[in-house]
């Protein structure tokens, strides 16, 4: 069952002492066959997603969201997430790192082991933003109304950021308008395929009501199938790539990754 974390809510108590225990055991054995691209690291096995609540895991099971491996979900040894290492395996094989090189970086919600990995490559900006930071070295930015000129930025990343955004059409526009011409924009979203259109309703506004509606309290939406169309009406064009033509060779159980989840990026036009 493969679906992004964050729409099983918050670990319980007894899921993060579960966790921890099982994180420090892990430790103190060097070695195993899952490795971690974030640390470098080999492991026994990647920790599963520790959470939970029934609607959330009804949505997104009935309606077969793609997101990420909750079975293979954390590092033990440094915690990242499997969306960073799948970035991270994307970035490299498809040398988008070389890209980043002397780039113009703008990045939301950064996660810590990606924005590293994105600062190793050497941008010539990059600047963290956030809507709600919670570290100094992250700026408090709006993506509705951005205090950037046009043309700004080489390169904008949003891993997982667009379902929580009240207007993606005008956040959409706002990437555009501050992106180069050709410039590019990673901008991974959890969606269904079953879904023939996009499903939001503005009248949904609790965080029970969306749990139940969008499989995630704070998301305001499920992308659909007309994902692609969405972000083409804002000026993208797809640069989309599918797990299986870039990443064949890296063994998913290895990796902790979930190969239904492709790389979404798009090229300013």
């Known amino acids: 069952m493969n679906f992004e974390p964050s729409v099983l809510g918050a670990p319980s108590f007894a899921g993060r002492v579960l966790a921890s225990l099982v994180r420090r055991f892990s430790r103190l054995v060097p070695s ?25 895991l009804l949505v997104n099971c009935k309606l077969d969201v793609v997101g990420s491996d909750l079975e293979r979900y954390s590092c033990p040894k440094c915690e990242s997430n499997d969306r960073e290492r799948h970035l991270k395996l994307y970035c490299q094989k498809l040398g988008i790192d070389r ?7 703008l990045h939301f919600a950064p996660e810590r082991h990606f924005a590293s990995y994105v600062a190793a490559a050497g941008p010539t900006e990059h600047l963290k933003a956030d809507l709600f930071p919670r570290a100094a070295d992250i700026q408090k930015i709006d993506m509705l109304a ?34 180069r011409p050709g410039g590019l924009a990673i901008l991974q979203t959890p969606y269904s395929a079953m879904l023939e259109t996009t499903f939001e309703d503005a009248g949904i506004v609790s965080n029970e009501a969306r749990e139940h509606a969008y499989g995630q309290g ?23 790539v599918h797990h299986d033509a870039a990443l064949a060779d890296f063994d998913v159980t290895v990796y902790g990754v979930n190969p239904r989840e492709s790389f979404f990026l798009f090229e300013c036009i």
């Open 218 to 240: 704070d998301h305001v939406r499920l992308y659909g199938r007309d994902i692609f169309s969405r972000f083409a009406a804002a000026g993208f064009e797809s640069r989309v």
């Open 99 to 105: 890209l980043i090189a002397g780039a113009r970086i």
């Open 146 to 179: 951005m205090p950037f000129s046009s043309a700004s930025f080489d390169f904008v990343i949003a891993n997982h950021v667009l379902e929580h955004v009240a207007d993606d059409a005008r956040a959409l526009s706002e990437i555009r308008r501050v992106l």
């Open 32 to 56: 195993g066959p899952c490795y971690c691209v974030c640390c470098s690291k080999n492991s026994p096995f990647f920790l599963p997603f520790a959470g939970g609540t029934g609607a959330a």
